[in-house]
Nanobody
Framework: QVQLVESGGGLAQAGGSLRLSCAAS????????MGWFRQAPGKEREFVAV????????YYADSVKGRFTVSRDNAKNTVYLQVNSLKPEDTAVYYC????????????????WGQGTQVIVSS
Protein backbone atom coordinates (compact mmCIF):
# COMPACT_ATOMS: atom_id res chain seq x y z
CA GLN A 1 0.00 0.00 0.00
CA VAL A 2 1.11 3.53 -0.79
CA GLN A 3 -0.55 6.54 0.74
CA LEU A 4 -0.07 9.90 -0.92
CA VAL A 5 -0.52 13.31 0.69
CA GLU A 6 -0.25 16.49 -1.36
CA SER A 7 0.62 19.91 0.00
CA GLY A 8 1.80 23.30 -1.18
CA GLY A 9 -1.29 24.54 -2.93
CA GLY A 10 -2.80 27.92 -2.28
CA LEU A 11 -3.61 31.27 -3.81
CA ALA A 12 -1.17 32.79 -6.28
CA GLN A 13 -1.21 35.68 -8.69
CA ALA A 14 -0.87 35.18 -12.41
CA GLY A 15 2.79 34.95 -13.25
CA GLY A 16 3.62 33.60 -9.82
CA SER A 17 4.95 30.27 -8.67
CA LEU A 18 4.15 27.48 -6.27
CA ARG A 19 5.86 24.26 -5.32
CA LEU A 20 3.56 21.32 -4.80
CA SER A 21 4.73 18.31 -2.83
CA CYS A 22 3.43 14.81 -2.58
CA ALA A 23 4.67 12.74 0.34
CA ALA A 24 4.34 8.97 0.07
CA SER A 25 4.25 6.37 2.76
CA UNK A 26 5.66 2.90 2.33
CA UNK A 27 9.04 1.51 1.42
CA UNK A 28 8.26 0.88 -2.24
CA UNK A 29 8.02 4.53 -3.34
CA UNK A 30 11.19 4.29 -5.43
CA UNK A 31 9.66 1.53 -7.55
CA UNK A 32 6.72 3.65 -8.70
CA UNK A 33 6.40 6.15 -11.48
CA MET A 34 4.67 9.23 -10.13
CA GLY A 35 2.27 11.52 -11.87
CA TRP A 36 0.49 14.80 -11.36
CA PHE A 37 -3.04 15.45 -12.54
CA ARG A 38 -5.43 18.33 -12.10
CA GLN A 39 -9.15 18.89 -12.18
CA ALA A 40 -10.63 22.31 -12.73
CA PRO A 41 -14.20 23.13 -11.70
CA GLY A 42 -16.66 21.61 -14.12
CA LYS A 43 -13.96 19.82 -16.09
CA GLU A 44 -12.58 16.33 -16.24
CA ARG A 45 -9.35 15.42 -14.55
CA GLU A 46 -6.38 15.86 -16.87
CA PHE A 47 -2.83 14.63 -16.95
CA VAL A 48 -0.14 17.19 -16.10
CA ALA A 49 3.22 15.44 -15.70
CA VAL A 50 4.88 12.12 -14.96
CA UNK A 51 8.30 11.10 -13.71
CA UNK A 52 9.84 7.66 -13.86
CA UNK A 53 10.70 5.64 -10.78
CA UNK A 54 14.37 6.65 -10.85
CA UNK A 55 13.69 10.19 -11.99
CA UNK A 56 15.43 9.90 -15.34
CA UNK A 57 12.29 10.09 -17.45
CA UNK A 58 9.81 12.95 -17.49
CA TYR A 59 6.87 13.88 -19.66
CA TYR A 60 4.55 16.86 -19.61
CA ALA A 61 1.21 17.88 -21.00
CA ASP A 62 1.58 20.47 -23.74
CA SER A 63 -0.38 22.98 -21.68
CA VAL A 64 2.29 23.08 -18.95
CA LYS A 65 5.47 22.30 -20.87
CA GLY A 66 8.14 24.88 -20.15
CA ARG A 67 6.32 26.20 -17.08
CA PHE A 68 6.02 23.16 -14.80
CA THR A 69 8.81 20.89 -13.61
CA VAL A 70 8.37 17.51 -11.96
CA SER A 71 11.07 16.05 -9.72
CA ARG A 72 11.42 13.51 -6.96
CA ASP A 73 13.56 12.68 -3.98
CA ASN A 74 13.38 8.96 -3.34
CA ALA A 75 15.29 9.32 -0.09
CA LYS A 76 12.45 11.50 1.19
CA ASN A 77 9.64 9.56 -0.50
CA THR A 78 8.47 12.79 -2.07
CA VAL A 79 7.62 14.01 -5.54
CA TYR A 80 7.41 17.69 -6.42
CA LEU A 81 5.75 19.84 -9.01
CA GLN A 82 7.27 23.27 -9.45
CA VAL A 83 4.67 25.44 -11.13
CA ASN A 84 5.89 28.70 -12.64
CA SER A 85 4.37 31.44 -14.78
CA LEU A 86 0.96 30.55 -13.42
CA LYS A 87 -2.12 31.38 -15.42
CA PRO A 88 -5.73 31.64 -14.24
CA GLU A 89 -6.48 28.52 -16.27
CA ASP A 90 -4.09 26.60 -14.01
CA THR A 91 -6.67 26.90 -11.24
CA ALA A 92 -7.57 23.37 -10.22
CA VAL A 93 -7.22 20.71 -7.60
CA TYR A 94 -3.88 19.01 -8.17
CA TYR A 95 -3.50 15.31 -7.46
CA CYS A 96 -0.49 13.07 -7.36
CA UNK A 97 -0.72 9.42 -8.27
CA UNK A 98 1.48 6.35 -8.36
CA UNK A 99 1.71 3.51 -10.85
CA UNK A 100 4.22 0.86 -11.87
CA UNK A 101 5.09 2.54 -15.14
CA UNK A 102 5.01 5.94 -16.83
CA UNK A 103 2.61 4.66 -19.47
CA UNK A 104 0.13 3.56 -16.81
CA UNK A 105 0.39 6.95 -15.14
CA UNK A 106 -0.32 8.71 -18.42
CA UNK A 107 -3.37 6.50 -18.94
CA UNK A 108 -4.65 7.73 -15.55
CA UNK A 109 -5.26 4.17 -14.38
CA UNK A 110 -2.97 4.62 -11.40
CA UNK A 111 -2.81 2.32 -8.43
CA UNK A 112 -2.83 5.05 -5.81
CA TRP A 113 -4.14 8.61 -5.64
CA GLY A 114 -3.77 11.43 -3.17
CA GLN A 115 -6.59 13.63 -1.91
CA GLY A 116 -5.46 16.70 -3.82
CA THR A 117 -4.30 20.23 -3.08
CA GLN A 118 -6.13 23.30 -4.36
CA VAL A 119 -4.37 25.87 -6.52
CA ILE A 120 -6.13 29.14 -7.26
CA VAL A 121 -4.57 31.63 -9.63
CA SER A 122 -5.91 35.17 -9.66
CA SER A 123 -5.55 37.45 -12.65
Amino acid sequence: QVQLVESGGGLAQAGGSLRLSCAASGRTFSSYAMGWFRQAPGKEREFVAVISANGSGKYYADSVKGRFTVSRDNAKNTVYLQVNSLKPEDTAVYYCAAARSMSVVRSATCDYWGQGTQVIVSS
